[in-house]
């Protein structure tokens, strides 16, 4: 089979966007919530979420046809929360702020509903190859919205991307604010919002 | 293979969990020391906000920390005599490692800083806030009477409320200059939601009065601690 198959790329790429995991399948909200106040932790998460789910898959499929299917949740778990321990170890020696902001939200990658589903729906099923393919694909479309939101959040939050100002200091001393609202979790949940809506708007035009 | 019988079931998870452990503990060996030095830093980087030197990236302010804490002393809640020769405590020892829990069992430990030319003493503090611990760095003057510089953390306190005990500069920047302690030597520096007395209170943070209070609660009884330094120092002057 060709590395780059129909079939394959397909595995790669629909869940960027019309089966994004966020915009569509709606899973993993609660993390992206939580971690979209700045661009800087949304694009480390969307990373760490996008190389375990990309691992969790390959390992799970390349062990799929030797795990006992009573205990198959728990298998997936465990393989899981190994990764994201692993990950969170390392984030912690070479990136210790950033692994101070997201703080908790690390260890709950174990929870995010999008690994253990690519699990269940795909690697379990699949071979090693497609299934990491799959994996990159869900978390690059799970990184994907983090980082718009983040973007929006801390442009109009902070004025500023990725810590650089942005809003030059003119405008402030024009009258012009920040918009503090946009730190808090609830206008991340609007801008999510926002983004299923423009999402569904373009993709299910043909449906009407 | 029968890979749904019970001693295959057994066996597979017996085996699957014996190769994370080994593996995690190996990661877990392997990037300690990264990580340990990674901590010690930040806690620098917090002692020296304490004292109004913040913003500097990491390697300026391991230098500076070299250049500015001159020892880190500990005390018991009986001893609290500052030692003579201070080269023996330099730098990073046996107080600096201290943390709360140590606090906890009567080490106290007080960093004797100099700061352009002046002798600067910071306490460390360990408070309950809403949701979780506080702790934060109190800079004092040299007489010990006046607040020289103030700064807070907190592991899991409300975005935007209580986070602002950390976030919010202006506001750690308003401990500076408050008196510490009154005539009996009783603590008085405080957070209150109805100042009384500006010379020593501040402020509370708007829509976070329980970690306000934590803070209050926090600074008097952790500076408490230091009572018997604070007052034969102010006898020295």
């Not at chain 1, 899973?27 to 190389?51: F, N, Y």
């Not at chain 2, 019970?6 to 699957?16: D, E, G, P, R």
């Not at chain 2, 100099?114 to 934060?136: A, D, F, H, S, T």
């Not at chain 2, 800079?139 to 209580?162: I, P, Q, R």
Request: aromatic share 10%; proline share 3%; glycine share 8%.
């Amino acid at each position: 089979m060709a590395l780059f198959s129909k079939q394959n790329r397909e595995a790669l790429l629909t869940p960027l966007n019309q089966n994004n995991p966020i915009a569509v399948q709606v899973l993993g909200i609660c993390s992206s919530l939580a971690v979209t106040s700045q661009l800087k932790p949304a694009i480390v998460m969307g990373l760490a979420v996008t190389i375990i789910t990309a691992f969790s898959n390959v390992i799970i499929s390349a062990i799929r046809k030797t795990i006992p299917m009573r205990i198959r949740i728990i298998v997936q778990l465990v393989v899981v929360a190994a990764l994201v321990t692993i990950v969170s170890q390392i984030l912690k020696a070479y990136s210790y702020d950033v692994s101070v902001q997201l703080s908790v939200y690390v260890g709950l990658i174990i929870t995010n509903c999008i690994l253990m589903g690519r699990l269940e729906a795909f690697a379990m099923q699949n071979s090693p190859w497609p299934s990491f393919l799959d994996g990159i694909g869900n978390g690059l479309g799970y990184a994907f919205i983090l980082v718009l939101v983040g973007a929006v959040r801390e442009f109009l939050g902070r004025g500023s991307l990725l810590g650089f100002q942005i809003i030059p200091q003119g405008a402030y001393d024009a009258g012009y604010f920040n918009n503090g609202m946009m730190t808090m979790p609830a206008m991340a949940l609007i801008l999510l919002g926002c983004v299923i809506w423009v999402h569904r708007a373009y993709f299910y035009k043909e449906e009407k | 293979m029968k890979t749904n019988s019970n001693s295959y079931t057994i066996a597979y998870s017996a085996i699957l969990v014996v190769i994370v452990a080994f593996l995690l503990a190996f990661v877990f060996q392997a990037l300690k020391p990264a990580q340990d030095a990674n901590v010690a830093l930040d806690k620098k980087k917090q002692i020296l906000s304490a004292l109004n030197i913040r913003d500097l990236d990491d390697e300026a302010s391991a230098a500076k920390y070299k250049e500015v804490v001159k020892a880190d002393v500990v005390f018991t809640s009986s001893d609290q005599t500052l030692p003579k020769d201070l080269n023996r405590y330099t730098g990073e020892n046996d107080g600096f490692k201290l943390n709360s829990s140590d606090y906890k069992a009567g080490k106290y430990v007080l960093y004797v800083c100099e700061v352009n030319g002046q002798r600067k003493y910071v306490i460390p503090v360990y408070g309950m806030g809403l949701w979780g611990p506080i702790w934060g760095y109190i800079a004092l003057d040299a007489d010990c009477s006046k607040v020289y510089g103030a700064y807070f953390n907190h592991e899991s306190e409300t975005a935007g409320l209580g986070a602002e005990i950390k976030d919010n500069r202006q506001w750690q920047e308003k401990f500076q200059g408050k008196k510490v302690v009154d005539a009996q030597n009783n603590i008085i520096l405080g957070v209150e939601k109805d100042v009384k007395n500006p010379q020593s209170e501040v402020d509370a943070v708007t829509g976070a009065t329980l970690t306000s209070k934590g803070v209050d609660a926090m600074l008097k009884d952790c500076i408490g601690k230091y009572k018997s330094f604070i007052e034969k120092n102010e006898e020295v002057k």
